[in-house]
């Protein structure tokens, strides 16, 4: 939608082709259906840092359409936005659509022509330039340039499932295998289940290979039935591949030091010092994690606080600042906010999005190999890329 509105405003004639019944189905349920806009970082070298060793590929991009200019984009035509914790900007409204109806309009004053229910089934390739792409119903659409903007698997109810790859293999471009990004992380420890439901704020999650950190993060997660979830953990979740061992550490308390947490221990146990253990736990975890905390501390749960040994005080604040838990896996597709993998960047010119295969072929969003953390940063990518196709087109005319 913002490739086809910024070359329609530039002077081509575009027409919009969309297999859904409706435009934006994904847009629809970014951020929860909020619509996480894009992330307000300062630096914008700061924000390539965060698609690791890919990110250089988004040097032009961002420079020509960077975090401001998408908010002055949707302000300018009248949506309020805010700013949450973590940079994260979102409409004022909360409402994906308010957003979706901002791009819709884009496209209507543009005078963009827009084909709906029009899913491609191929293209029609001679001498490396696109000639027409070919409709599952039979028609065909002619067109000087094409640009590929259908996203990767992720949420393939919404209609991404994955065909963008075999049309470019088929036309000669290589594929980095697609999988699923930004989603849950499936824990091994069957003690999980107890906890579904259970939301943690201001702790410290860390994923652990080989008792080496790869990364962590401070913030918010969510126990699921089969392991954890929330911001942290999708974070998280792009560092993990398939059939290798990792850990998962919590650190519940990762404001206090080991030391400053043994000395709230001991505060904490004068205040219930006649008391069982088990009832002197109120303070310092939410009441779901409890029983858990107390079956692994294998600290009887009725001895009393006053006989608790230095030992078992120390055993019990080693398991809040490293709970641990075993990776199992990862969820699938349908639990996926993005792809990581897809059209290997060296095949794509970064400074107009345009393909180095096919000669009237541009590519934008999550179809190329980009994936960042949640956070706004991911719509960064598919607005930046977007906004270069259109002004790249325009030199085409």
């Known amino acids: 939608m913002m490739a086809a ?10 027409i919009l082709l969309e297999k859904n019944h409706g435009l934006g189905a994904k847009l629809l349920i970014t951020g929860k259906g909020r619509c996480n806009i894009t992330n307000k970082t300062d630096d914008w070298r700061e924000f390539i840092k965060k698609f690791g060793g890919n990110g250089r590929f988004l040097t032009k991009a961002l420079n020509n359409f960077d975090v401001e200019a998408t908010i002055n ?14 940079q994260r900007v979102f409409p004022l409204s909360d409402s994906a659509y308010d957003v979706l109806k901002v791009l819709i309009e884009y496209l209507r004053q543009n005078k963009v022509e827009i084909k709906i229910e029009a899913a491609v089934k191929n293209f029609v390739v001679k001498n490396k330039i696109i000639q027409k792409a070919v409709l599952s119903n039979g028609e065909e659409v002619e ?3 094409f640009l590929i903007a259908v996203g990767g698997k992720s949420y393939p109810a919404t209609g991404s499932t994955g065909d963008g790859y075999e049309w470019l293999k088929k036309m000669g471009h290589t594929i980095v295998k697609p999988r699923p990004a930004l989603v849950p992380i499936l824990i091994k420890e069957k003690f999980v289940k107890n906890l579904q439901g259970l939301s943690l704020k201001n702790v410290e999650i860390s994923l652990w290979q080989n008792e080496k950190v790869l990364d962590k993060k401070f913030g918010e997660a969510l126990f699921t039935d089969r392991g954890m979830s929330g911001p942290i953990i999708l974070s998280l979740s792009r560092f993990v591949e398939f059939n290798k061992e990792y850990q998962l550490k ?3 308390k990762p404001a206090l030091t080991l030391v400053e947490l043994d000395k709230r221990l001991q505060n ?11 009832n002197a736990l109120n303070d310092l975890l939410p009441q779901k994690v409890i029983a858990t905390f107390l079956k ?4 009887d749960e009725n001895k009393k606080v006053n006989l608790i040994t230095r030992e078992e005080r120390f055993t019990l604040a080693q398991l809040l600042k ?10 699938g597709w349908d639990e996926a906010i993005i792809t990581t993998g897809g059209v290997s960047l060296s095949e794509v010119d970064p400074q107009t999005m345009r393909s180095k295969i ?4 541009f590519l934008a969003g999550e179809i190329l190999n980009l994936d960042g953390p949640t956070g706004g940063y991911n719509l960064q990518v598919c607005w930046s890329t977007a906004i270069l196709v259109g002004d790249a087109v325009k030199k085409t005319l």
């Open 73 to 86: 984009f949707f302000e300018s035509r009248k949506l309020k936005l805010k700013v949450e914790e973590g």
């Open 358 to 361: 096919i000669e009237n072929l």
């Open 322 to 331: 490293n709970f641990t838990l075993t990776v199992s896996g990862l969820g």
């Open 5 to 14: 509105g910024r070359a329609a405003e530039n002077g081509a004639k575009v």
């Open 143 to 145: 067109a000087e340039n």
């Open 250 to 252: 919590i650190d519940f």
């Open 296 to 299: 692994l501390s294998q600290i």
């Open 268 to 278: 904490d146990f004068q205040k219930y010092n006649n008391k069982q253990f088990r």
